[in-house]
């Protein structure tokens, strides 16, 4: 039983409704922090399953570095006189931690050079990996970083031996890592976001640069000095990126990849083909010099693969497989246009893209037939 004098004196000091308010408050504080918790426990539940999802839906590309601008190191803010292939693959990926949310990267430093010493070799290796990793199915895709001198001649080369429809997409810089406004972070970011894609599975090697997808067989340096330094000629970019979302409208052309005819898995080297450039009064002695010490020759012709009285005299007598090419970037060289009943049309190919695929063809027991036919397959 109350005491019915406390309960009273209670009452008149209005302390029963204080406890009653305050009993109230106590219960409501009780019940939002139950709430609270629950909340935070659910939003927590919630970040671990995104996170595991989240990972385990990331796609593991493989970065393959080999040196060039976009690993070059100079005096700070300066875009000219560095020095290339200076910057490790880990140290050009920890510059960029929006990579870690676009997928998981293994690291793999094939070599640190300016891409102008990029070898038979060393392109053998790199295949060999891509061939060789490739077969892993949690690997998705493959980046190359690379210097710009000789990225072409790379991704065709590639884009000729690697036996995989997944992507393998090459980037570099036109700035060193330590200059003002570098080009390598974002470029970088780009080519992992399009090797990750869906889009580019099956589109044989591409070229991310400058936010635009150039695919290998067409793409070409075109600037000493711009960040845009790559195109495609007549043939044109393949896509665009921005901000991460892949948009590609075209696709690569000829035979690539999986395609290929060329096995390079058992090679050590390649066969050697010398790049002749001709220009008013050039020696025809190169000619004879080069033939000598070549398994073959390109021509990189004026117009539509053409050269003087003299280089004709000593091209005819030649037994050794002679491609013509051009010194202009676009246009054609068919069979019609030649000069010497001898040689092959490298059709739309660069001089330097012909000598890759004349490389390769001379692994091979080859006819002149047989050559004219893989430049046009090729
Ligand atoms: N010389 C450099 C290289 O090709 C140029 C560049 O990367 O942009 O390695």
């Not at 839906?57 to 493989?62: C, H, Q, R, T, Y």
């Not at 600037?223 to 007549?234: F, K, L, P, Q, R």
């Not at 020696?283 to 010099?289: A, G, H, Q, S, V």
């Not at 117009?303 to 676009?330: C, H, M, Q, Y």
């Amino acid at each position: 039983m109350p005491d019915k004098s406390r309960t009273a004196a209670r009452a008149a000091a209005g302390l029963d409704e204080n406890m009653e308010v305050l009993h109230m408050k106590r219960v409501l504080i009780l019940f939002l922090s139950l709430a609270m918790l629950l909340s935070a426990a659910g939003s927590l539940a919630e970040d671990a399953a995104a996170e595991s999802a989240g990972s385990a839906a990331k796609p593991k590309i493989v970065v393959l570095a080999t040196g060039g601008t976009i690993a070059g190191v100079g005096d700070p803010g300066k875009v000219a006189g560095y020095k290339p292939g200076t910057l490790t693959a880990e140290m050009l990926l920890w510059g960029v931690p929006e990579i870690d949310e676009v997928a998981d990267i293994e690291a793999v430093q094939v070599c640190n050079v300016n891409s102008d010493d990029i070898t038979a070799e060393i392109w053998l290796t790199l295949a060999n990996t891509i061939n060789e990793m490739a077969k892993d199915p949690d690997v998705s895709g493959f980046v190359i970083t690379h210097g710009t001198d000789t990225m072409e001649e790379t991704a065709y080369f590639l884009n000729l031996t690697v036996r995989t429809d997944k992507p393998v997409v090459l980037t570099g810089a036109m700035r060193p890592a330590t200059a003002l406004s570098a080009d390598g972070p974002l470029n970088l970011y780009e080519a992992v976001c399009v090797a990750a894609s869906k889009e580019a599975v099956g589109q044989g090697v591409l070229i991310v640069f400058s936010d635009r997808i150039y695919a290998a067989r067409t793409m070409a340096k075109t600037s000493t000095y711009s960040v845009m330094a790559i195109a495609a000629g007549e043939a044109g970019d393949i896509g665009i990126v921005r901000d991460g979302v892949v948009y590609l409208y075209e696709h690569s052309g000829r035979k690539h990849t999986t395609a290929s005819e060329f096995d390079i898995s058992g090679l050590e080297t390649l066969p050697k083909v010398s790049v002749l450039f001709f220009s008013v009064d050039a020696d025809p002695e190169l000619l004879k010099y080069a033939a000598e010490h070549s398994d073959g020759l390109v021509i990189a012709g004026a117009g539509a693969g053409e050269f003087s009285e003299k280089w004709i005299e000593v091209i005819n007598g030649l037994t050794i497989p002679v491609v013509i090419s051009s010194r202009i970037d676009d246009g054609i060289i068919t069979r019609e246009n030649l000069l010497c009943e001898n040689t092959i049309p490298a059709n739309t190919l660069s001089p330097q893209k012909a000598a890759i695929l004349l490389r390769l063809a001379l692994t091979k027991e080859v006819t002149r037939e047989y050559l004219e036919e893989l430049f046009l397959q090729y």
